[in-house]
């Protein structure tokens, strides 16, 4: 089976006056094309920071990305933006929906951007908040959709452009227990079917025993 993630060495650090912080301490990671991971830590373990790292959300690491194949971690800010247009997905705590925007159009509008016919665009923005229960919501601005209905839309956002890899951030952390537990079936259920790989960071036992695999990360060190 092929890798859509592979990072060897990843390592992170910064300077507070006279103190420098290892956040990532030599990282190892690979997953396989469809794989379900997850990432366990406490606040602070540097989940966050390795989510950034893969999703090219930020520079300053020392060590190696790939991304289905690709070496990107030196790869131009435009080559980089391009690979998170074509083959990333992001889901965190909060929704960042577009307030301005009902919840169709919210999942239209980044495969616009992706150059996506407006009919095509439509047609899988419809199906994908369908899979998600909210076919009777899809013209409902987030301010009159509830959390997890408001969660919702964001998986179906992330997932509009068909990306091979979704990287999730506390994605139920902002819900009740029972509306969390609902939103990640479904989550899972869909990703599954879409056959993304997915990496959700969270401290959350729960969550993490649903996915194919758990990884742990103290003090930047992975295992």
């Given amino acids: ?9 990843l390592r ?23 794989e379900l991971v997850a990432l366990l830590g406490p606040s602070g373990s540097g989940k966050s920071t390795l989510l950034q790292a893969i999703g090219l959300l930020e520079g300053g690491f020392a060590g190696s990305i790939k991304l289905d194949g690709e070496e990107v971690s030196s790869s131009s800010v435009d080559r980089q933006t391009e690979i998170r247009r074509e083959k990333l997905g992001f889901v965190y705590q909060f929704h960042h929906l577009l307030p301005d925007f009902d919840a169709l159009e919210n999942v239209i509008l980044p495969q616009l951007i992706a150059d996506a016919a ?9 199906h994908l ?18 959390g997890g209905e408001q969660q919702r ?24 227990e ?40 103290h003090e930047g060190v992975l295992t």
């Fill in 1 to 9: 089976m092929s890798k859509i993630v592979e990072i060897s060495d």
């Fill in 178 to 217: 029972h509306t969390a537990d609902i939103v990640l079936g479904e989550f899972m259920a869909l990703v599954r079917g879409e056959g993304s790989a997915v990496i959700v960071a969270t401290h959350n036992e729960r969550l993490a025993a649903k996915m194919d695999r758990v990884f742990r990360l």
């Fill in 153 to 176: 839309v964001a998986v179906a956002r992330a997932l509009a452009n068909r990306p091979k890899l979704v990287l999730a951030d506390e994605p139920t952390g902002n819900l009740d």
């Fill in 118 to 126: 407006p009919d095509e665009a439509e047609f899988r923005a419809k």
């Fill in 129 to 146: 908040l369908t899979q998600l229960g909210l076919a009777e919501r899809l013209h409902h601005r987030p301010s009159k959709l509830s």
């Fill in 12 to 34: 992170r650090t910064f300077v507070q006056g006279d103190v420098t912080i290892e956040v990532l301490r030599g990282i190892n990671l690979s997953v396989a094309d469809g």
